[in-house]
């Protein structure tokens, strides 16, 4: 079988390389795909949005099944176009991605659908939003309606920088039409986990669970990234609050599409916080969560291939999905002055040790080929994932395998899954 890849990061490495551990995967392509997937995969220069050119692709290629990695083709339709054309596709129709594309469709569906989440209301005008502000006080949080490339969110600790941030978003455009709509949220204290579904519509296969490092610096200070790092499973997410998610969340969800007539056909992420005990959904995503797809994808046994093919031909309730006893720990490695601006084109050295070893595997991200050489060409740039008996020795083996990796300016946390470590003793 051969299968395309639509993506660039870490994550889509992360599928890359799993998908190829199935024997029933002859070959893989990935558009655009980066240094790494390069090296396992024949990456295409066609861009993850090019609907047109993807298919045309797909069609005079022959492959058996598309699997997207990122948000953008997914909410822009790239599904409806493969379903049209009777192609195979892993990933929900523009219809199901709405749940991630417009915060505003995410949050009514909850409210209609009594799934627990943050009070909230949303605005089309600034002045009211403003006012909605003044009248709740700081600390508050103000949400761009669409796709923002993760910078949409802003958690103001005071009323001034929450109207800032409406300013910022409705005034000054920072995010384009995404910012034309807004939603003012109360702002939830707690824990964050990240909780992944696959569904076919029809059957629920709960992943592993996991919990990303959003912050730039350790001790969960600066600003919010993409995720710093991440680790599976969540020693938080115990049985008992597991099934809480199942039964309060994920049931009203599924319920939720079919009363939509959404036939979602893909993953969900959902962002969870847990407050005193008790989930609370701080936002649907409706694809793998990236950093939290590589240690994920370095804990599974089943067949991923099967797996994913299943849940496109609606078929998931005749897979079994089984995890390997080991924790995982995935550090992210990220270039100088990301979240901001950073440098591009640093030489990566020290990659080549890891082509045999057992413990330990790194995804690239922002990664390029200049001259024969693989260069950092983004923010996040490496994800080394390790396996461990325990999630210290994961992070042990992640650590240790990042001693051997350097670029200038490069930087990571020391500090990635010791709260679950500490959770633990
Ligand atoms: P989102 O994209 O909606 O998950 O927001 C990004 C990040 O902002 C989340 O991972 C949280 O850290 C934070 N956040 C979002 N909504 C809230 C909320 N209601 N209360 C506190 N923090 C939030
Ligand atoms: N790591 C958070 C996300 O993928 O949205």
């Given at each position: 079988m051969k299968v395309l890849v639509i993506g660039s990061g870490g994550r889509e490495h992360a599928l890359v390389w799993k998908l190829l551990?199935?024997?029933?995967?002859e070959k893989v392509f990935c558009a655009p795909g980066n240094a790494g997937i390069s090296e396992i995969a024949e990456c295409i220069n066609?861009?993850?949005?090019?609907a047109d050119a993807l298919l045309n692709f797909v069609k005079y290629n022959w492959i058996d099944l598309t699997v997207v990695g990122p948000e953008v083709p997914l909410t822009a339709g790239i599904v409806d176009a493969f379903v049209r054309e009777e192609r195979r596709i892993f990933g929900p129709d523009k219809s199901g991605a709405r749940l991630e594309g417009s915060k505003i469709f995410a949050k009514d569906f909850m409210r209609k659908n009594g799934i627990p989440t943050a009070e909230y209301r949303s605005f089309t005008s600034c002045r009211q939003a403003e006012e909605y502000v003044r009248l709740k006080g700081a600390p508050i949080v103000i949400k761009a309606d669409?796709?923002?490339?993760?910078?949409?969110?802003i958690v103001a600790e005071t009323v001034e920088e929450a109207i800032d941030a409406l300013k910022m978003i409705?005034?000054?455009?920072?995010f384009g039409d995404a910012g034309k709509k807004v939603i003012v949220e109360q702002c939830l204290v707690g824990e964050e986990a990240s909780f992944m579904i696959l569904t076919d519509g029809k059957t629920v296969v709960p992943l592993a669970t996991s919990q990303d490092h959003k912050?730039?610096?350790?001790?969960?200070?600066?600003p919010n990234t993409g995720g710093m790092g991440a680790y599976s499973?969540?020693?938080?997410?115990?049985k008992t609050l597991e099934k809480d998610i199942m039964r309060h969340i994920v049931g009203p969800l599924m319920k939720g599409l079919k009363r939509e007539r959404i036939n979602y056909r893909g993953v969900i992420y959902v962002g969870v916080m847990v407050c005193q005990g008790k989930p609370f959904v701080l936002e649907f995503n409706v694809r793998f969560g990236d950093p939290e797809a590589q240690p994920i994808l370095a804990r599974l046994d089943s067949d991923f291939f099967e797996l994913l093919k299943a849940t496109a031909e609606g078929r998931l309730k005749d897979v079994t999905v089984t995890w390997k006893d080991e924790a995982s720990v995935c550090v992210v490695i990220s270039s100088k002055g990301y979240p901001g601006e950073y440098s591009k084109g640093e030489k990566i050295t020290?990659?080549?040790?890891?082509?045999?070893?057992?413990n330990a595997v790194v995804f690239h991200a922002g990664t390029s080929m200049k001259h024969g050489e693989i260069v950092t060409s983004g923010g996040r740039v490496l994800g080394v994932t390790a396996l461990g008996q325990d999630i210290k020795t994961a992070k042990d083996n992640a650590y240790k395998a990042i001693e051997k990796i350097h670029f200038n300016g490069m930087h990571y946390r020391k500090d990635i899954a010791d709260r679950a470590i500490k959770k633990q003793q």
């Open positions: 551990q199935s024997p029933r995967v066609i861009k993850a949005d090019d669409g796709l923002a490339a993760g910078k949409g969110v409705m005034k000054d455009n920072a912050r730039i610096f350790d001790g969960d200070k600066g499973p969540a020693p938080l997410v115990t020290g990659l080549d040790s890891f082509k045999n070893d057992k």
